[in-house]
């Protein structure tokens, strides 16, 4: 079966395209592939105490559907009520297509179509379609799998080890001592969500990382949106957001000792004297090279002030039947240890991508605009900012989709490509960030150039007029 556009994906970026391709593609016809069994993608998949946003709600939803709730930091429930919700509203249900998981996606430069296999999870019946254009919105981790270390002694310990991405209902804590091993956004997530519930909990780290407390609502929004009714009172708290969470970017990148100073002195305000905010606090890099973890209201610092739960910055020597062993000699006694270690990074959902015959080595592309990689003809990639709201960015791609799709039919074309030209720098890497989980998959990662359009400033500002005002055609995109 054929459509004009073929979307894999029905999570926040899936649903974004979408409703894009639906209500300003021209009327074409388009499908969302799906490979689990229902919408929502992240917000479907983890099931873990807590589980919510690390991006705050009114920029993280959709400018064309605003966030409807006070809450700026959201659950996963909350959240994936607001997908089914969207999709609903909007008519895109009906274009889902689920349990489709896209296995090979291949590109006829003789026929230009592309010509997309899928495998059905329940029945493993094998469905092939073709499209003009293919989209991918399938975020850039792996749904089978995430980072787990191979763990010196874990087959010696007598409890249970948990990875997030597949916590199940069953998974009882309950006056249990846990251990979670890691500092990231899912660790600082876990060990407020499960303090008081459980005997103790130890959050274990490596390193520290930068963390933040954030209001769990936003007060000016709703007083936005009294103010000016709740279209513009939106728009005005999604620029509020963005113009604050930039400025703090830029202002890190351009002061790291002062922004360094400013969010230790945050923690030490609202942490007091019960943790050494030195030792556990007190990351070795500068701020933005990884990704803040935002506190909401204080939740990780109530527990740790309440005796609920602890932090101890050390190495793993070895797991025992009982718990962990340090390098320090410590031991930490544990019923439940969750390896809150991150993902394992991957491209379109690790569908192998042929290209008139021949398979196509992501690691040696480079992004166009962020939207699209070089060589690869008529496709689309939605991936969202690492400095701020995932949607932000794929909100842009899709706008800026649907505006090359226009400007196709405005001049008869049929076919679009990314072309690097000869002396083109692209030695840059696509992700500016020293995390484990980027560095691990570096080499599956496309590169990025050193100028536009090959270049990614992680700057909504630059992107919003560069995907909505300037030009569709430049010298790097060739249409046939």
């Known amino acids: 079966m054929h459509f004009n556009v073929l979307i894999v994906g029905a999570g926040l970026s899936g649903i974004c395209a979408g409703y894009y391709v639906k209500e300003h593609g021209g009327g074409r016809s388009f499908a969302i592939l799906e490979g689990r069994e229902s919408l929502g993608g992240t917000w479907d998949l983890f099931r873990y105490p807590g589980i919510r946003s690390d991006s705050d709600m009114h920029t993280l939803g959709f400018s064309f559907n605003p966030w409807p709730n006070p809450q700026a930091i959201a659950d996963g429930p909350s959240i994936l009520k607001y997908l089914h919700d969207t999709s609903e509203e909007y008519g895109l249900d009906a274009h889902i297509r689920y349990q489709q998981m896209v296995e090979t996606i291949s590109w006829s430069s003789e026929d230009r179509l592309w010509t997309v296999t899928s495998k059905n999870r329940e029945s493993s019946e094998t469905t092939v379609y073709t499209c003009d254009v293919i989209w991918a919105c399938t975020g850039y981790y792996r749904y089978d799998r995430g980072h787990m270390p191979d763990y010196p002694g874990a087959s010696k310990f007598k409890g249970q080890i948990v990875h997030p991405q597949f916590w199940t209902d069953d998974i009882d804590y309950e006056d249990k001592n846990v251990v979670v091993i890691g500092s990231g956004a899912t660790a600082v997530t876990l060990v407020p969500a499960m303090a008081g519930k459980a005997a103790h909990v130890t959050m274990l780290q490596r390193s520290p990382s930068y963390v933040l407390s954030v209001p769990e609502e936003d007060a000016i929004s709703e007083v936005l949106k009294k103010a000016t009714g709740k279209t513009v009172g939106s728009a005005l708290t999604r620029w509020k957001n963005v113009g604050r969470l930039m400025f703090f970017f830029q202002f890190s990148r351009r002061f790291p000792e002062a922004a360094r100073n400013y969010l230790l002195k945050e923690v030490e305000a609202k942490i007091g004297d019960v943790v050494d905010v030195g030792e556990h606090f007190s990351p070795t890099y500068a701020p933005w090279d990884q990704r803040l973890c935002f506190v909401p209201d204080d939740d990780l610092f109530d527990a740790l002030r309440s005796g609920e739960?602890?932090?101890?910055?050390?190495?793993?020597?070895?797991?025992?039947?009982?718990?962990?062993?340090?390098?320090?000699?410590?031991?930490?006694?544990?019923?439940?240890?969750?390896?809150?270690?991150?993902?394992?990074?991957?491209v379109a959902g690790g569908a192998k991508i042929v290209v008139d015959g021949e398979e196509l080595n992501v690691g040696e592309e480079t992004m166009y605009k962020g939207a699209m990689l070089s060589n690869l003809p008529n496709a689309i990639l939605s991936v969202g900012y690492t400095n701020a709201s995932w949607t932000l960015k794929c909100e842009l791609i899709s706008q800026y989709a649907v505006r090359l799709l226009s400007y196709m039919d405005d001049h008869d074309y049929q076919v679009f490509t990314p072309r690097l030209a000869p002396g083109e720098q692209t030695d840059q890497p696509l992700i500016d960030f020293n995390s484990g989980y980027i560095q691990r998959a570096a080499d599956r990662l496309p590169k990025q150039g050193r100028r536009l359009p090959w270049r990614l400033y992680q700057n909504y500002v630059l992107d919003t007029a560069l995907f909505r005002h300037f030009p569709i055609e430049d010298d790097a995109l060739h249409f046939e």
């Open 309 to 346: 739960a602890s932090v101890v910055t050390d190495t793993i020597k070895s797991f025992d039947a009982t718990g962990i062993e340090l390098d320090s000699g410590k031991h930490l006694n544990a019923d439940i240890i969750v390896s809150a270690t991150g993902l394992d990074l991957v």
